[in-house]
């Protein structure tokens, strides 16, 4: 029957390398980032779709982090590639030098498997460079190869350095050539090393293929990114996975040192495989599929700063005719956590003012229902409608700290660590954090447990050291402690009301860019804690028994 065909999509993997970039640093090369760009159907404005790895001191980066993407045969993909050298530690591009760019379609990049560009930047008529990228359809594979690898009398040939040696893996194309999928950290000063434990996708590592040919280079670490190749080897999945052993101890072959020792030739040194295992790899619909909850907590900043709300200026203004930031941000994000949520009901903290009845003291932590044995809201309204009401009645004040609100759900998270509920914490905010210290604490003891922290700035003061609290550029650490992981999102939502995007929408797009993180956060913390999803449950609802 005409029109029951379903659309043709698939799962594609991109990889991007840059070749001869231009050198935009005084005493050191470039620290390439590429960022892909992308037109969202029915559009014509660029949005940010993807961030590969920082390659440090390198002209001719190959980024590790691949870029995974929906291929859609019936529309056409608009997509540009960005070059920035990385020079602070800022998610903002405009803090970057900008290196080049190269725009296509996704439809090109298909049919083309390699392109080989020319980067284009405007503003330079020299040489910018070229991009080389490389894309392949993924396979349907839900594996994760977990491997840990060791060295061994890793030949060093410096006089007076010690080798820093790292491992590069790289899969064997169709064409016979050769692609990086997966980067070590580098173990300092040693030739006996003992990398970390790593993960990898298996359709990304070898595309499911156990038997597609991997070759494994070993390189000693310049800080110049003139980095020494010390010896490769060649191995596949079905034979890592045999585990330790001698069919897992590798020579490592450097062919030029080869040449040069003749016979007496045997290795650069061994790369010994101590432990190696495929599993199942479980995504976030597995999760909620098998019955986990996700529970949202929502705290609204009330003090002094925001403004009179009898003001028009004042954030917390109550306007007839259109909501103001803090009710827009509540209702974008509200509606799509609602539907995760499986009783509706959100318990909403408020912090900053002095309450009702003493109105004494400032509180840090109270409930903006006023009803302390019951502080939940029912539904995006019922939050909303609370909010309303305690404008009117309690004082605004200050200080800004988020410390008490932050150890408030932590307390829920303690409690609940065994996979079945998931916390959020959305705090509305229109200030500078007061009590940094204890805030960055609390997210570091936080970090090991079932939560996300997403933090939304109001209005239009500087936000600057809110980023310090997002550790997507810069692991949050607190006292010499590092967070086990990353679960702070902050975005201020005047990006999404100010240049030509459609204010209309810009809760939806406010809410898309916050809860992005979350799945993957959600599956950070399964996997840190060994926890597989449930069983998925069975629906309560009958099946008709006539079908039309």
Known sequence: MAGSAAAPTSLVEISVSCRNLRDTDVFSKSDPICVLFYQPFGTKQWEEFKRTDCVSNSLNPDFATKIPI??????????????????????????????????????????????????????????????????EELSSCKEELNLQVVGKNLENRSWFFSINPFLEFFKANEDGTFILVHRTETSHSTQNPVWKDFSVPLRSFCNGDY???????CKDFKSNGNHKLIGNFYTTVRKLIEGPGPSNT???????????????????GEVMINKAHVHEIFSFIDYIKGGMEINAFIAIDFTASNGNPQSPQSLHFINPVAPNQYVQAIQAVGHIIEDYDTDKHFPVLGFGAKIPPSYDAVSHEFFVNGDASNPYCFGVQGV??????????????????????????????????TGDKYFILLILTDGI??????????????????????????????????????????????????????????????????????????????????????????LSYMKANNINPQPPKVSDVPLPLNLP
């Open 384 to 417: 909303v409608d609370a909010y309303y009401g305690c404008i009117n009645r309690v004082q605004l004040y200050g200080p800004t700290n988020f410390a008490p609100i932050i150890n408030h759900v932590t307390r829920f998270a303690i409690s609940n660590q």
């Open 211 to 217: 038997d597609r040919n991997i070759q494994v280079s």
């Open 70 to 135: 929906t291929y859609h045969f019936e529309e056409q993909q608009h997509l540009k590639f960005l070059i920035y050298d990385i020079d602070y530690n800022s998610k903002d591009l405009d803090h970057h030098d900008f290196l080049g760019e190269y725009e296509c379609t996704l439809g090109h990049l298909v049919s083309s498997h390699t392109v080989h560009k020319p980067l284009i930047n405007k503003n330079y008529s020299g040489n910018n460079g070229s991009i080389l990228i490389i894309t």
């Open 250 to 268: 590798y020579w490592l072959i450097n062919e030029n040192t080869k040449r040069k020792k003749g016979n007496s030739y045997k290795n650069s």
């Open 433 to 522: 954090i007061t009590d940094m210290a204890h805030t960055k604490e609390a997210i570091v003891n936080a970090s090991s447990l079932p939560l996300s922290i997403i933090i939304v700035g109001v209005g239009g003061a500087e936000f600057d050291s809110m980023e310090e609290l997002d550790g997507d550029v810069v692991r949050l650490s607190s006292n010499g402690q590092y967070a086990a992981r990353d679960i702070v999102q902050f975005v201020p939502f005047r990006d999404f009301l100010r240049g030509s995007g459609d204010p209309l929408t810009a809760g939806l797009r406010l809410a898309r860019e916050i809860l992005a993180e979350v799945p993957t956060q959600v």
